[in-house]
Structures are given as structure tokens and as C-alpha cells.
């Protein structure tokens, strides 16, 4: 079993920075990626970022220049550097990771930015 938090969103104006965690707990070992996703209201869950287990991180184009996933291993920790907000990012943030049996996801921070 894994157990994921999230925690750092809040309210922030245009062009702000938040960063965002994501703590494991558990059995965090052996597993294939640990991604940030995103879900607006009315609107699919699409994923923003992605760091492998190996290390190689991948961004959507929309975030992509603003937005950098990080990785603390001491701390079973990733993190969601977001620079550069836009009314656009606006969403609930999840970070979940990926193993081979399954999936888990963390309950969900709320990014909130004003024009």
C-alpha cells in the first residue's frame, strides 16, 4: 500500500509561483513514475508532469518552461514548482504513482489564480 499527500496550493495572482508536494508513504519502492495531474471543474484530469523512477522528467506543452516536477528521495517527497500561473491552471492537483499494480492517488490540493 502507498499513501500520498499533497499539500502547498492555495490562492495566488497571475504570474505568482506556488510549489506544491507530494509526500509517500508506504511501499514507495519499485515503482515506474510519480506525476502531477490536473482537474478543472467540467473538465478532464489531464496530467501535467511526470518524473520516472529513473530520474527523466516529461511536461504537457501547457505547463511546459513553467512547471518543474522534483524529487526529494530522503524525504519520499515530489514536488511541483509552478511559476508563472495563469488563470488557466487554475484546478485541483493530484499527484498519483504509477507501479506495476496499480495506481495510487493522493486526495487533491486546490490551485486557485486570479487575473
Known amino acids: 500500500q502507498v499513501q500520498l499527500v499533497e499539500s502547498g496550493g492555495g490562492l495566488v495572482q497571475a504570474g505568482g509561483s506556488l510549489r506544491l508536494s507530494c509526500a509517500a508513504s508506504?511501499?514507495?519502492?519499485?515503482?515506474?513514475?510519480i506525476c502531477w495531474s490536473r482537474q478543472a471543474p467540467g473538465k478532464q484530469r489531464d496530467v501535467v508532469a511526470i518524473i520516472e523512477n529513473g530520474g527523466s522528467t516529461n511536461y504537457a506543452d501547457s505547463v511546459k518552461g513553467r512547471f518543474t516536477i522534483s524529487r526529494d528521495n530522503a524525504k519520499n517527497t515530489v514536488y511541483l514548482q509552478m511559476n508563472n500561473l495563469k488563470p488557466e491552471d487554475t484546478a485541483v492537483y493530484y499527484c498519483?504513482?504509477?507501479?506495476?499494480?496499480?495506481?495510487?492517488w493522493g486526495q487533491g490540493t486546490q490551485v486557485t489564480v486570479s487575473s
Open positions: 498519483f504513482m504509477d507501479k506495476v499494480s496499480r495506481t495510487y
Open positions: 508506504g511501499s514507495t519502492f519499485w515503482f515506474n513514475a
